[in-house]
């Protein structure tokens, strides 16, 4: 089945610690995004990535850090220095080209403990 | 900052009728626009893409849009209590950019 993998679906996180958030598409796209949802709130742009070994931040990338070794996987890791990491966090991919269709992973529920 | 504003609603239509649902975009060169519908608790799902001035139609859903005005649509007719959910207007920012930038979407409820 193609499509786009996010886990875990639910993660706890100490604070003080840095935890890793995945995302794999098998969908050959080239653009990879990450997103956060708040409660009652659109979704906020963290990174994103067009090609392998490059991507940009987004609006608020404070506190967060991805890698794109693979154009299949575009990890995200939320860092300590994130003060309010208690969101939805969101995954998608889109082909190449701006007329692209964007395509959303199940999503991973991360809450602070 | 490229904005992307919505309506946030809710929105209450009967069963039956159209909804209507707005979102205005900042950045001129916005060339792709697109239309997600989300459940509470659950990942957005693509309902519909559009790129040209005017009306595209698929199904029970059109979509509009107005590159002078700086201004996408999204019609629902004949609304079913299925259709109750948050739409997200998304629209890709920047010239030779792939961001992808949302609104804060519109809660929707069809009431039967």
């Known amino acids: 089945d193609g499509g786009i993998t996010q886990s875990p679906k639910y993660l706890f996180r100490k604070e003080g610690q840095n935890v890793t958030l995945s995302c794999e598409q098998n969908?050959?796209?080239?653009?990879m995004y990450w997103y956060r949802q708040d409660p009652g709130q659109g979704l906020r742009l963290i990174y994103y990535?067009?090609?392998?070994?490059?991507?940009q931040k987004g609006d608020i990338a404070e506190g967060y850090s991805v890698s794109r070794e693979k154009k299949e996987s575009f990890p995200l890791t939320v860092t300590s220095a994130q003060k309010n990491p208690t969101a939805f966090y969101l995954c998608?991919?889109?082909?190449?080209?701006?007329?692209?269709?964007?395509?959303f992973g199940q999503g991973t529920r991360l809450t602070v403990v | 900052q490229k904005e992307v504003e919505q309506n946030s609603g809710p929105l209450s239509v009967p069963e039956g009728a159209i909804a209507s649902l707005n979102c205005t975009y900042s950045?001129?060169?916005?060339?792709?626009f697109f239309w997600y519908r989300q459940y509470s608790g659950k990942s957005p799902e693509l309902i519909m893409s559009?790129?040209?001035?005017g009306d595209k139609e698929d199904g029970r859903f059109t979509a509009q849009l107005n590159k002078a005005s700086q201004y996408v649509s999204l019609l629902i007719r004949d609304s079913q209590p299925s259709d109750s959910a948050t739409y997200l207007c998304?629209?890709?920012?920047?010239?030779?950019?792939?961001?992808?930038?949302f609104g804060k979407g519109t809660k929707l409820s069809v009431i039967p």
């Open positions: 998608a991919s889109r082909s190449t080209g701006q007329e692209g269709e964007a395509f």
């Open positions: 969908l050959n796209h080239d653009a």
């Open positions: 990535s067009q090609i392998v070994n490059d991507f």
């Open positions: 950045d001129r060169v916005s060339q792709s």
């Open positions: 559009i790129y040209s001035n």
């Open positions: 998304a629209v890709n920012t920047g010239a030779g950019s792939y961001q992808l930038t």
